[in-house]
């Protein structure tokens, strides 16, 4: 049936070439555990911001978890408390994302930083970030200004959605 047709041969064997080329691409990203700032450098600013965001909401729900969340309104009120720090917990990660997402941007200028994984990065940044809060003692300072950036950041979101 296709011996006889030229056309409909060469459109048979671009359709397979097509599938097979398909199944034996390289995905364009890597996993996020060996994801390093090349992956990075070659993110839009939106990917980096989904990247951060997950990476966050990640750690945010392992951290409800420990703090005995079981249902969607345990999470609800564990994220509220770990992020007001009562009872003594918090976030592990509590900065907003774009201070997260400049950081990395400052990091990753070093050669030195270049082959570093993202998430250690976010773990090193993170740290950074914890460090004044820490040595100067000035920790509800420090993390009013955070919720304050943090709300500005999720105000300028809302309105940028179109």
């Given at each position: 049936?296709?011996r006889?047709?030229?056309?409909?041969?060469?459109?048979?064997?671009?359709?397979?070439?097509?599938?097979?080329?398909?199944?034996?691409?390289?995905?364009p990203?890597?996993?996020?555990?060996?994801?390093?700032?090349?992956?990075?450098?070659?993110?839009?600013?939106?990917?980096r911001?989904?990247?951060v965001?997950?990476?966050?909401?990640?750690?945010?729900?392992?951290?409800?978890?420990?703090?005995?969340?079981?249902?969607?309104?345990?999470?609800?009120?564990?994220?509220?408390?770990?992020?007001?720090?009562?009872?003594?917990?918090?976030?592990?990660?509590p900065?907003?994302?774009?201070?997260y997402?400049?950081?990395?941007?400052?990091?990753?200028?070093w050669?030195?930083?270049?082959?570093?994984?993202?998430?250690?990065?976010?773990?090193?940044?993170?740290e950074?970030?914890?460090?004044p809060?820490a040595n100067?003692?000035?920790?509800?300072?420090?993390?009013r200004?955070?919720?304050?950036?943090?709300?500005?950041?999720?105000?300028?979101?809302?309105?940028?959605?179109?």
């Amino acid at each position: 049936m296709i011996r006889g047709r030229p056309v409909a041969r060469a459109l048979l064997l671009l359709a397979l070439g097509f599938a097979g080329g398909v199944a034996f691409a390289e995905p364009p990203w890597r996993p996020w555990y060996e994801a390093d700032a090349q992956d990075w450098a070659r993110m839009t600013s939106g990917e980096r911001d989904l990247f951060v965001l997950g990476f966050l909401a990640g750690s945010g729900v392992a951290d409800a978890e420990r703090a005995g969340a079981t249902d969607s309104l345990s999470y609800l009120r564990a994220f509220q408390q770990l992020r007001r720090g009562l009872d003594g917990r918090t976030l592990r990660y509590p900065f907003a994302p774009h201070l997260y997402t400049t950081r990395f941007g400052d990091r990753f200028f070093w050669e030195n930083y270049k082959r570093e994984p993202l998430w250690w990065s976010m773990v090193q940044v993170n740290e950074e970030l914890k460090a004044p809060m820490a040595n100067e003692g000035n920790r509800g300072d420090l993390e009013r200004q955070a919720d304050s950036a943090r709300r500005a950041f999720e105000a300028a979101e809302r309105r940028a959605r179109p």
